[in-house]
């Protein structure tokens, strides 16, 4: 039976890279067509640490996306948490209507990370307990980093090894655990319930629709390879059925990042998936398989919101039940093109603005 048409109220990306410059001013059009807002990471070079730094970017955001013919977009940020983030940071960024939390990396974890935390319950006790006082949210990147601990089990130890005793010191923080890829983190999120819930997950279309086989097929696939890195088929089917079960605590963030072709094929390629011309689809692709495709309007469109305390937004998008390929590269730097996810595939289905 062919599949109808589907009208869901204008989503929101909660977790997205933008970069800066010639980058930022390529891909943040791709994203304002099919969003709203979005929660936009600060891993730049160097990273966005402080309220006025990320003023400053923020006005650049919504400059490049007025040029790209969206002044309606609305930019979110977070800030890069560090070993020296201090409470009166932490009180300012609070106050700020477009700063929405401050994000944990872990040091060496990915992409610009390097200014990450090294100690976060020895180093940033200050900044949590501020962030615990004001409603701040942690964003989380939960893999731990150790050299022996497996690629693949780094989230799953990121729960027993940091998350709970971080919870344990400061149980009213509010946490959003970011790109989740197992069915432990899925299952961990899942089981706090009650009014005064204070976690939540963001979950990517790539880790909804493909295991870790995908990188490997028929030979190394660069373009697939993101952190935390695709994961074994019955954590997907975990992450699909948090989705299906219609829990409004699981929520859309792209995490599409944007890397230039020469870098992802490359001996040491970057991680990141550019998903952001084609999100919506994806996700369209990955509910409509698993059966649940009434699910996406909530996932997409309002548990971010209500978990960030924001109003839902108005209008509406639509998804068409009908075939499009997708480019097998798109303008990205001088000579330098992008990738993006899916590239050179055809999917079954169309985003179209309401
Ligand atoms: C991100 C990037 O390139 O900035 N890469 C990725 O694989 N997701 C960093 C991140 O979110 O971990
Ligand atoms: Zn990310």
Known sequence: MPLDDLRIRTPDDWHLHLRDGDALRAVVGATARQFRRALVMPNLRPPVTTVAAGEAYL?????????????????????????????????????????????????????????????????????????????????????????????????????????LPLRARYPALRIVFEHITTREAAQYVQAEAGEHRRIAASITPQHLLYNRNRIFQGGIRPHDYCLPVLKREPHREALVAAVKGGS?????????????????????????????PVAMELYAMALAQADCLPQLEAFASENGARFYGLPLNEGQVVLRAEAQTIPKSLPYLPNDPIVPLAAGETLGWRFERG
């Open 59 to 163: 006005k650049r955001i919504r400059e490049a996306a007025t040029m790209a013919g969206h002044p309606e977009f609305e930019p979110y940020l977070t800030l890069y948490l560090t070993d020296n983030t201090t409470a009166e940071e932490v009180r300012r960024a609070a106050q700020h209507p477009h700063i929405l939390g401050f994000k944990l990396y872990p040091a060496g974890a990915t992409t610009n990370s390097d200014s990450g935390v090294t100690d976060l319950l020895g180093k940033c006790g200050a900044a949590l307990a501020e962030m615990e006082r004001t409603g701040l949210v942690l964003n989380l990147h939960g893999e731990v980093t150790h050299a022996e601990v497996d690629v693949f089990d780094r989230e799953a130890r990121f729960i027993d090894d940091q998350l």
């Open 248 to 276: 409004p605590w699981f929520f859309l963030g792209t995490d599409s990042a944007p890397h230039a072709q020469s870098t992802k094929e490359a001996s040491c390629g970057c991680a990141g998936c550019y998903s952001s």
